[in-house]
């Protein structure tokens, strides 16, 4: 497309289905979204994007690929693939908007990345786009799910509404056996954030815990394991966006730079970068952990 979407689908506006909501209000009550409380925040619009838009009746969800043709060399320190451009929410955001100039002028219509109370994941699937795997990301069978995901929600009629796919993990779990920390289940519906590497990483302002840190190997921002791990991964082609490929300094980056990254050097390597949700203390309070484990790991007989 265009816009540099890869894929597009089309879902009537509605409260999201009582299963799913049901589960949503369980998975807060229980904590396990951990501090994130952003997650609790307009919980009824995140349940009904109807009132998102006065007399919304359209979902138009899309996915653009972040697959990057290259990569920090293996062997030293890691973020995760979707941080490697520039921040997605910008990149995302403003294709949207091109998008919705495409709307009836007359309507009402708003773009919508994950700043945005939706359930982005849950109506990607109902347009039909893709299906929620094990590892709890949206997979777009024959490409993976290396996808920033957005949506409009609109006024606008379609002529047509797209089906949701359903889930095609079958008997696979290898997300599951990847994860380091048992942030997955088996049973797929129980997700342990305060578990989860990128959580910790990124969303984590306090001190990780102990007992997770030496999970951590080589990654210093995002875990991108249970991708990795994922079979439909190998029919991912690197995106083509210019703004998504990865500045050669970040890619000549090694432990010692690492190490020795100061205020200045992480504005000018991440300017205009999602790295910078975690900050420049997080991001080094992370590298101290990883520098830490590896120097332990070496004095060990």
């Known amino acids: 497309m265009r816009l540099g979407f890869f894929a597009c689908g089309i879902a009537k506006a509605r409260p999201v289905d009582e299963q799913t909501a049901t589960h949503y209000r369980r998975w807060i009550a229980a904590g396990g979204h951990a501090d994130m409380h952003y997650l609790e925040q307009n919980m009824e619009k995140r349940l009904d994007p109807t009132l998102l838009v006065e007399g919304a009746r359209s ?20 973020i995760a693939a979707y941080a490697y451009g520039k921040d997605y929410h910008d990149t995302v955001k403003a294709r949207l908007r091109e998008l919705c100039l495409a709307l009836p002028a007359s309507g009402a219509s708003k773009p919508c990345v994950d700043t945005v109370p939706i359930l982005e994941r849950y109506w990607a699937q109902q347009a039909g786009i893709g299906f929620i795997g094990r590892n709890h990301q949206l997979i777009i069978p024959q490409a993976g799910s290396m996808f920033y995901l957005g949506e409009i929600v609109t006024d606008a009629e379609a002529d047509q509404y797209d089906e949701p796919m359903a889930c095609l993990c079958g008997n696979c779990h ?11 289940t088996l049973t797929g519906s129980a997700f342990l954030s305060g578990r989860c590497l990128s959580y910790q990483t990124i969303e984590n302002r306090g001190p990780i815990d102990q007992s997770l840190t030496d999970k951590l190997g080589l990654s ?13 991964n190998r029919f991912a082609v690197p995106t083509p966006i210019p703004e998504l490929q990865p500045s050669d300094e970040l890619l000549l980056m ?40 590896e120097e332990k790991h070496t004095k060990t007989p």
């Open 220 to 232: 210093i921002y995002g875990c991108d394991r249970c991708q990795q791990a994922c079979p439909w």
């Open 174 to 184: 290898r997300c599951i056996d990847a994860c380091p920390t048992g942030a997955l």
């Open 59 to 78: 979902i138009i969800a899309v996915a653009m690929n972040y697959t990057p043709a290259r990569h920090i060399p293996d062997g030293e320190y890691q």
């Open 254 to 293: 090694r432990r010692h730079d690492w190490q020795q990254l100061t205020v200045d050097d992480y504005r000018r390597l991440f300017k205009g970068s999602a790295v910078k949700r975690a900050k420049y203390e997080g991001l080094m309070r992370n590298i101290g952990i990883v520098s830490s484990a």
